[in-house]
């Protein structure tokens, strides 16, 4: 049986007189009495059934078992004092760590910003940040894998239980690479002729909810990838074709990288302008947040 053969207590004593190297000193820094720390040893030793110090004059030295009861006892340690800081800040109503869900489409990069402000305000906070693609993040926040999705596409209908924010509006565009073959297409570009090309589109991540599939070409060859910033690089290397949010893609506009084609109706009506949306689920939200979800529908 090992019930009851440590104690927090004892794991302080032998952490104190490694330290400090004597049984002396250390129980001078925890304002005791040597006869109490060397009690506390002999009663551990004896319950273990091991030597953990061995004397030297004054000194006393840790054994080979002694510096793994150290070792992995400093972890515990630790642990707890993590432990008691973090019900301490429960307790104040500000959460000890957040999981974070962000779409690809809306990006980390944009929402750095927040997230710094939200450090700045609690630097001791822990934030697991997760991307995710189209009903991918819906199906986290349900299944409270993370706190918040930020820049999720219009939520699935067959969701409750949540609210829901609008964020940002995203403005797509046809894009293609400038040496790809449609780039010297004189007219507006039709369902025809993206026929014949390749399109890359973003897999969506859900598994229990319905798959989402967003502008989608009428075209019977694909190439699938995992993220936003795999689909802009097939199409840069003019492998395939696609729908892009502008704002994605400024550098490659600005140096001729990617080009805007313009469309018509038919094709227009694919792309237009897309709301993004921020989401809790319901129930009481701490102080974190409250503060990370204030931060990003006001910035």
Not at 20 to 32: D, P, V
Not at 258 to 271: C, H, Q, R, Y
């Amino acid at each position: 049986m090992t019930d009851n053969l440590l104690s927090l207590d004892a794991l302080q004593v032998v952490d104190a007189i490694a330290r400090k190297g004597s049984f002396a000193a250390a129980a001078a820094s925890l304002y005791r009495v040597p006869s109490a720390l060397t009690y506390t040893v002999q009663k551990l030793e004896q319950d273990l059934a091991i030597q953990i110090f061995v004397k030297k004059g004054r000194k006393a030295q840790l054994t080979p078992a002694g510096q793994l009861l150290l070792e992995r006892g400093r972890d515990i340690l630790a642990a707890t004092e993590q432990l008691v800081l973090d019900v301490k800040e429960l307790h104040g109503g500000w959460e000890s760590q957040l999981n974070i869900g962000i779409d690809t489409s809306f990006g980390v990069a944009a929402a750095t910003a927040d997230l710094q402000a939200l450090m700045q305000q609690r630097p001791e906070i822990q934030l697991d940040v997760s991307e995710f693609v189209l009903n991918g993040a819906w199906e986290a926040l349900i299944n409270e894998t993370i706190d918040i999705a930020i820049g999720v596409p219009e939520k699935p209908k067959d969701i409750n239980a949540v609210h829901v924010f609008p964020l940002i509006e995203d403005d797509w565009v046809f894009a293609i690479a400038a040496d790809h073959p449609l780039a010297a297409h004189q007219q507006p570009i039709n369902q025809v002729d993206i026929a014949q090309y390749r399109q890359v589109i973003i897999k969506d991540q859900a598994n229990t909810l319905r798959l989402k599939a967003l502008r989608q070409l009428n075209s019977s060859k694909f190439i699938k990838v995992e993220n936003l910033q795999a689909k802009i690089a097939m199409q840069l290397a003019g492998l395939a074709i696609g729908f892009l949010p502008r704002r994605a893609i400024q550098h490659e506009l600005a140096t001729g990288a990617l080009l805007i084609k313009p469309l018509d109706n038919e094709m227009a009506a694919l792309v237009s302008k897309s709301q993004l949306y921020v989401a809790v689920r319901h129930g009481d939200r701490g102080r974190a947040l409250e503060f990370l979800l204030n931060s990003l529908l006001n910035h």
